[in-house]
């Protein structure tokens, strides 16, 4: 009994630890051996392996998308069941007597107790009779009270995180297509001609870099909160952000230089140590991203809308891309997002230019075919 009264406080204490490093320590926990860390590992490759069920991209991405949210209640559910178990181990290891006198209680009495006086309840039907088991109950309660204040306190830190995200990848809808790329949007900026734009933009993205990499390291759980569209995701963000940097740096004439130097190191660094902290394995770059005759296409279209290139890039860019697409690819595999490659198509259908009823009425021909930076079109 001496023995699962050790096991049951070391059990209390790892929970109360577990949760406390996952919701209130702003840092990544250096614990290798965590119970979080073993649950995410195991519920997600489930998620994700279960998601082949269905036949459709849009099923498949709806299903995933349901795992961030629900993993955090069950999360909460289980540190709630282990903590309640852990301390009804303790009484009953103890063998504290209840109230009223004359019964003999059993494990499950002791579970019933625990869990009433976990969520402060008060039935009153149960109660310790002697001063250790009162203080362990007076511990319980307050450990109760504090686990569900942080909890209540921890989800809309959470959510205001997600969204401060979410918006530079809604901005990127009508900058650089959907899914976004590094072509799009030097081609939609030099076809408006609206260059000088490039380096507003470009420390907008360095500080939302640094805000994603400070957000995903302290609260892992949103690397699985998917954006609103099938299309869009962080990590399509970033993918952008660090290949326009890239061709910026190596291919185009600008006297935004060093901005794009700036953002490409921060870029990078966001995508290299999410990658270690979600421990995902890395391989060398395949080079299908992109491929020979589209990259001399977009520099082709690059020349048509008014940039000027250096016409010796190529290394400079295989060099740059070498630093980082190894890690997004790394990270895709894990997450089963989609990396964009480098150019999509000369026309895509944004999101803002179509939708379901539009598909329906036959309204997409005529939208996919406009420029949301035309001034007389009015989406």
């Known amino acids: 009994m001496i023995l699962i009264s050790i096991l049951s406080v070391v059990t209390i204490f790892l929970i109360l630890m577990d949760g406390f490093e996952a919701m209130i320590v702003p840092r990544r926990a250096s614990r290798r051996i965590r119970f979080t860390r073993i649950y995410y590992h195991l519920s997600w490759k489930f998620w994700k392996l279960s998601s082949r069920i269905f036949r459709t991209t849009k099923r498949r991405e709806n299903f ?27 009484h009953w290891s103890l063998a504290l007597p209840l109230n009223p006198p004359g019964i003999v209680p059993t494990f499950t009495d002791y579970f019933y107790l625990s869990g009433v006086t976990f969520f402060t309840l008060g039935f009153g039907d149960l109660t310790p009779s002697t001063s250790p088991g009162r203080i362990a109950s007076v511990i319980e309660a307050g450990t109760g009270f504090a686990f569900l204040a942080v909890v209540i306190s921890y989800l809309p830190v959470l959510y205001q995180t997600f969204s401060r995200r979410e918006l530079t990848i809604s901005l990127l809808d009508a900058r650089a297509g959907s899914p976004p790329s590094a072509g799009q949007l030097l081609i939609r900026l030099g076809s408006a001609r609206n260059a000088a734009t490039l380096r507003t933009m470009l420390e907008e993205w360095e500080r939302w870099s640094a805000e994603l990499l400070e957000s995903h390291l302290s609260y892992p759980v949103l690397g699985f909160y998917r954006s609103q569209h099938d299309n869009q ?23 935004d230089n060093y901005s794009a130097k700036l953002t490409f190191a921060m870029a990078r660094h966001a995508a290299v140590d999410l990658a270690q902290h979600y ?29 000027e290139l250096r016409g010796d890039g190529d290394a400079r860019l295989a060099e ?60």
């Open 233 to 255: 995701s962080w990590l399509a963000a970033l993918a952008t952000i660090l290949d326009t940097s890239a061709l910026v740096i190596a291919e185009v004439k600008t006297s």
């Open 279 to 307: 421990r995902t394995p890395i391989h060398p770059a395949d080079g299908h991203r992109v491929r020979r005759e589209d990259l001399d296409a977009l520099r082709s279209e690059l020349r048509e809308v008014g940039w």
């Open 64 to 90: 995933l998308s349901q795992y961030g949210p629900l993993s955090i209640l069950l999360l909460v559910v289980l540190w709630a069941f282990g903590l309640i178990l852990g301390f009804a181990c303790l």
């Open 320 to 379: 740059l891309r070498g630093l980082y697409e190894p890690f997004l690819m790394a990270l895709g595999r894990f997450f089963g997002l989609q990396v964009p490659p480098l150019l999509t198509s000369i026309h895509p259908v944004d999101n803002w230019q179509t939708s379901a009823w539009m598909r329906r009425a036959g309204g997409l021909r005529t939208l996919a075919t406009s420029d949301p930076t035309d001034d007389h079109e009015d989406p």
